[in-house]
């Protein structure tokens, strides 16, 4: 038995907290740090999400506030079956300005699943020529990541040309089956990678889309702004549920 159903209503990106909501993290002080930048133009038309940004947020303490520049998460998550597979499809087209040729992480257009239960992300990072999948359980702020007798935290990336249409609109997809313990992605229709043995159960999922970079802070703090603009576009997610 399947169902389907989508998050999108982006034309209430400006209610948040109705289906989506700006991102980010508690801090230790009491404060939330949100993946917000102020210069971001968002424009709802057709029923896809635009934004473009000039990146000017950083942090030069803490990785993943660094990494996420402007970014929605879904307001409600959405839950896994216990032993069946779930799937989210959408469309993303990224363009980037001022970004260093041939490096993706120096700005790009995201789809997050992050399972605040596990720390547990699977993605899909879209540059200008290339895109990357990314499969990861993290250490996230505030969040209690199971205990293994295996690596506990770890973040692979796999950087792909094929099967992508640079600066325009390619369809992503990720699908999780629980009782496998199998990840797999795609693009337009293919296959791109396929993980197995997924060493913990992922429980629900916030969707997020993102403006971000991914440079690794160095002892100085942070090395991610040189004047990068970030252009990305989202259409609804598509979410496909099969017991």
């Not at 992605?185 to 791109?192: M, S």
């Not at 992922?202 to 971000?212: D, E, K, P």
Request: glycine residues 6%.
């Amino acid at each position: 038995m399947s169902r389907q159903f989508t998050i999108g209503d982006f034309h209430t990106i400006l209610s948040e907290g109705e289906v989506w909501k700006i991102g980010g993290f508690p801090m230790p002080d009491g404060s939330f740090w949100e993946f917000r930048e102020p210069n971001a133009v968002v424009i709802v038309r057709n029923g896809m999400l635009y934004a473009r940004a000039p990146l000017s947020r950083k942090n030069d303490y803490i990785q993943f506030l660094d990494n996420a520049k402007h970014m929605y998460y879904s307001a409600s998550e959405v839950e896994v079956p216990e032993a069946g597979e779930i799937s989210f499809e959408l469309q993303i087209r990224a363009r980037t300005q001022n970004t260093v040729p041939d490096d993706l992480y120096d700005g790009f257009v995201s789809l997050n699943l992050l399972d605040f239960t596990t720390g547990a992300a699977l993605d899909f990072f879209a540059g200008n020529d290339k895109y990357a999948s990314v499969y990861a359980v993290l250490p996230f702020p505030g969040v209690q990541v199971p205990e293994t007798d295996k690596t506990r935290f770890f973040c692979i990336f796999k950087e792909e040309t094929d099967h992508f249409q640079p600066r325009e609109f390619n369809t992503y997809q990720i699908t999780y089956h629980r009782g496998n313990d199998e990840v797999i992605f795609y693009i337009n229709g293919e296959v791109v990678r396929r993980e197995t043995s997924v060493p913990i159960k992922f429980n629900r999922f916030t969707v997020a889309l993102g403006l971000m970079t991914e440079k690794d802070l160095t002892p100085q703090g942070s090395v991610s702004l040189h004047g990068q603009t970030i252009i990305g576009e989202w259409s609804p997610v598509t979410v496909t549920v099969s017991e």
